[in-house]
């Protein structure tokens, strides 16, 4: 895995020069472009679109986390561990329900714009962190649970100092992959005027140009295995394993 370091810098610094220069990169783009249209995206700046796209997509899964955290939470406690059948069908229609068919849906109450795509890419991100998060808590193993209860701990202090650490790397895990699906599906948010890089690609289908498509496209899948990658290193630094590589570095 380390080996691999060296190209995923280059490719994260690539990302950053064509965001910030894409001119630099007209030549190879050139190919793609009809004769007399624009080889680079020029109605809006690709470092704005891409902020805004970024933007979209942590609006939408920092409260679709909390939400399905606190779910998770809720329903691996005895007073509420009935509501677990409701938690997994909740989390399971986000997934289900097409973001499109959201959109559909969303946008005669809430209008056009950003609001539509947050629904979507809210909803679409619940079932990964939720099952996650599950799978987190409930595999605490017994003995450690009552080592804490032995030493006196409250459920709120168990669940604070001993679950939610030793549950945090598959909850990142969860976040991690709602984070991926929801970078590309936050392309299709541009059908309803959401900012993003959906909006190159659309217009590169209207114009014809394929240079728009290739550009909004390879950056988009760019930008979802930077973030992947991103939190796959936060995964290795939280909990406790974490906590102890941290300890002994320092």
């Keep these: 895995m380390r080996a691999a370091w060296p190209v995923r810098l280059?490719?994260?610094?690539?990302?950053?020069?064509?965001?910030?220069?894409p001119g630099l990169f007209?030549?190879?783009?050139?190919?793609?472009?009809?004769?007399?249209?624009?080889?680079?995206y020029d109605r809006a700046s690709l470092s704005g679109l891409t902020a805004w796209?970024?933007?979209?997509?942590?609006?939408?899964?920092?409260p679709?986390?909390?939400?399905?955290?606190?779910?998770?939470?809720?329903?691996?406690?005895?007073?509420?561990?009935?509501?677990?059948p409701l938690a997994r069908a909740l989390g399971g229609f986000g997934q289900t329900f097409p973001p499109v068919a959201?959109?559909?849906?969303?946008?005669?109450v809430v209008g056009f714009g950003a609001w539509p795509t947050l629904i979507a890419l809210f909803l679409y991100g619940l079932l990964p962190i939720l099952?996650?998060?599950?799978?987190?808590?409930?595999?605490?193993?017994?003995?450690?649970m009552l080592a804490a209860d032995g030493m006196g701990m409250t459920p709120r202090q168990r669940l604070v100092r001993v679950e939610l650490p030793l549950a945090a790397p598959l909850i990142v895990e969860g976040v991690r992959i709602s984070a991926?699906?929801?970078?590309?599906?936050?392309?299709i948010g541009s059908t309803v005027a959401a900012p993003g890089l959906g909006e190159v690609i659309i217009a590169g289908l209207n114009a014809n140009n394929m240079a728009f498509v290739v550009q909004g496209g390879l950056l988009t899948a760019a930008l979802a295995l930077i973030v992947h990658d991103a939190l796959g290193l936060a995964g290795g630094l939280v909990g406790p394993r974490g906590a102890r590589a941290r300890t002994a570095a320092a």
């Design 10 to 21: 280059v490719l994260w610094a690539l990302v950053a020069i064509f965001v910030l220069w």
């Design 26 to 40: 007209a030549p190879l783009l050139r190919p793609l472009a009809p004769p007399g249209m624009p080889v680079v």
């Design 53 to 62: 796209h970024l933007g979209l997509v942590a609006a939408a899964i920092v």
């Design 64 to 84: 679709s986390a909390l939400m399905a955290i606190g779910l998770a939470i809720l329903v691996t406690r005895p007073a509420g561990a009935d509501f677990l």
């Design 102 to 108: 959201v959109l559909a849906l969303a946008v005669p």
């Design 131 to 144: 099952e996650n998060a599950l799978a987190g808590l409930t595999g605490v193993p017994p003995s450690v």
């Design 180 to 187: 991926v699906i929801a970078i590309s599906t936050a392309a």
